[in-house]
Structures are given as C-alpha cells and as structure tokens.
C-alpha cells in the first residue's frame, strides 16, 4: 500500500521559515504528481503548492514568492520551503501523491504562525 508521510511543521513567528518534508513510497515516486495542500480552521482545504512527474511547478497566488516546491526523485521525498510566513499560512499541511493507481493523503502536520 502507498504512503507519504509529513513532518517538518511547527510554531514560528511571522516572517520566519519552515520546510516541510513528504517522503513517498518509492514504488511509483517518480511517476507521480505531488501537491502540498493545507487546511486552516473552519475553512476548506486548499492547494499551496504542486509539482508535476514532468516537474511543473505551480503556486497558490497567496504563496507565490515566498514558497518553493521541490522533488528529489532519488530520495523520493517532496519539500515545501516556506519563508517570510504569515499567521495566515497557519493550518495543517498535507502532502497528496498521485498517479494512475490511485490518490494517498498523509496524515498531516501542524504550521503555526503567530503575528
């Protein structure tokens, strides 16, 4: 069964950085899409940032500029580098993997941002 797993999160105050970490099983890792995806309090979870098996990039406008997505297919990890944060980036971020067998959600890890 695929998986991806989070970490990196945490509490940071406004204009800090935190990278996140999505590793992946390696199975089908390169041939798959990745999104970070994060949901605050009362609000809908919504697409931060994406990156393609061809390596597209995409960001949310919100983020654009001061979030970069990045894959290492060797290690088979996706990283969301998250600088100069807003306490409106504070939600729980999750990594989503996808391809032609299916869609995997991680569990999630908490940013923080206090103003």
């Known amino acids: 069964q695929e998986q991806v797993l989070e970490s990196g999160g945490g509490m940071v105050t406004a204009g800090g950085s935190l990278r996140l970490s999505c590793a992946a099983s390696?199975?089908?890792?390169?041939?798959?899409?990745f999104g970070w995806y994060r949901q605050a309090p009362g609000k809908q979870r919504e697409l931060v940032a994406s990156?393609?098996?061809?390596?597209?990039?995409n960001y949310a406008d919100s983020v654009k500029g001061r979030f970069t997505i990045s894959r290492n297919n060797a290690k088979n990890t996706v990283d969301l580098q998250m600088d100069n944060l807003k306490p409106e980036d504070t939600g729980v971020y999750y990594c989503?993997?996808?391809?032609?067998?299916?869609?995997?959600w991680g569990q999630g890890t908490q940013v923080t941002v206090s103003s």
């Open positions: 990156t393609s098996s061809t390596l597209r990039r």
């Open positions: 390696r199975r089908f890792f390169s041939v798959s899409d």
């Open positions: 989503n993997m996808a391809n032609s067998w299916g869609n995997v």
